[in-house]
């Protein structure tokens, strides 16, 4: 979190949260009533400052006001970032890195999600082709060859057992199976955060 909002929620630690501004679409977009923010100073500044509370609300703390975010799916976007012929590497739509891949699904409309040191994101659909055709092996640890993935579909749309697993750094994680509506609840976060106080209010101005 930056310097300058830890003082102002220092000096200001009473003002009203925000609801129903912002929010994440599933390519990793920062929206404000559903118009992409395109300026590149404040999205990076709410990367930064973006967080989530005991009950799994994701927010964005700008300065001493909490900002509630909207998800499309999940609380985090994922983006593979190594090179052509690298081990895979991963990072957040923030630009968080990640150490550590805990678990890896795909649901039934095979969009593939996993969740990591940072927590549960689904990963970009741009993304896809090198995060699968690169990453994914076989239970003997073979490079999966891409037209199996054709051969997958059903497995897939069926939510049965997917015979392949992620290959990250030194670890090889099952690519198991998930129902995008059994998601938040899997994951402990709320996707739509609603106002409980009577003291909504209208966010403050933003300074990125």
């Given at each position: 979190?930056?310097?300058?909002?830890?003082?102002?929620?220092?000096?200001?630690?009473?003002v009203?949260?925000?609801?129903?501004?912002?929010?994440?679409?599933?390519?990793?977009?920062?929206?404000?009533?559903?118009?992409?923010?395109?300026?590149?100073?404040?999205?990076?500044?709410?990367?930064?400052?973006?967080?989530?509370?005991?009950?799994?609300?994701?927010f964005?703390?700008?300065?001493?006001?909490?900002?509630?975010?909207?998800?499309?799916?999940?609380?985090?976007?994922?983006?593979?970032?190594?090179?052509?012929?690298?081990?895979?590497?991963?990072?957040t739509?923030?630009?968080?890195?990640?150490?550590?891949?805990?678990?890896?699904?795909?649901?039934?409309?095979?969009?593939?999600?996993?969740?990591?040191?940072?927590?549960?994101?689904?990963?970009h659909?741009?993304?896809?082709?090198?995060?699968?055709?690169?990453?994914?092996?076989?239970?003997?640890?073979?490079?999966?060859?891409?037209?199996?993935?054709?051969?997958?579909?059903?497995?897939?749309?069926?939510?049965?057992?997917?015979?392949?697993?992620?290959?990250?750094?030194?670890?090889?994680?099952?690519?198991?199976?998930?129902q995008?509506?059994?998601?938040?609840?899997?994951?402990?976060?709320?996707?739509?955060?609603?106002?409980?106080?009577?003291?909504?209010?209208?966010?403050?101005?933003?300074?990125?």
């Amino acid at each position: 979190m930056d310097e300058s909002v830890l003082r102002a929620m220092a000096k200001w630690p009473n003002v009203p949260a925000v609801y129903g501004w912002l929010a994440l679409d599933r390519r990793g977009n920062w929206l404000i009533k559903r118009e992409t923010i395109g300026n590149a100073a404040l999205n990076a500044f709410i990367g930064r400052n973006y967080l989530h509370d005991e009950a799994g609300r994701w927010f964005f703390q700008n300065g001493p006001q909490r900002v509630f975010v909207d998800l499309d799916y999940t609380p985090l976007i994922y983006r593979v970032t190594n090179g052509l012929n690298a081990p895979l590497a991963l990072a957040t739509h923030a630009g968080d890195a990640v150490n550590t891949v805990r678990n890896a699904h795909i649901d039934e409309q095979g969009t593939v999600l996993i969740h990591t040191d940072r927590g549960i994101g689904i990963v970009h659909d741009q993304d896809l082709d090198p995060l699968l055709i690169a990453s994914m092996i076989d239970a003997n640890g073979n490079v999966v060859e891409e037209s199996v993935f054709d051969e997958l579909v059903e497995l897939i749309e069926h939510q049965r057992p997917i015979p392949l697993w992620l290959k990250f750094r030194d670890s090889s994680i099952r690519l198991e199976p998930i129902q995008s509506a059994k998601v938040p609840e899997r994951f402990g976060y709320d996707p739509h955060p609603i106002t409980q106080s009577p003291n909504y209010r209208s966010p403050i101005s933003q300074r990125p």
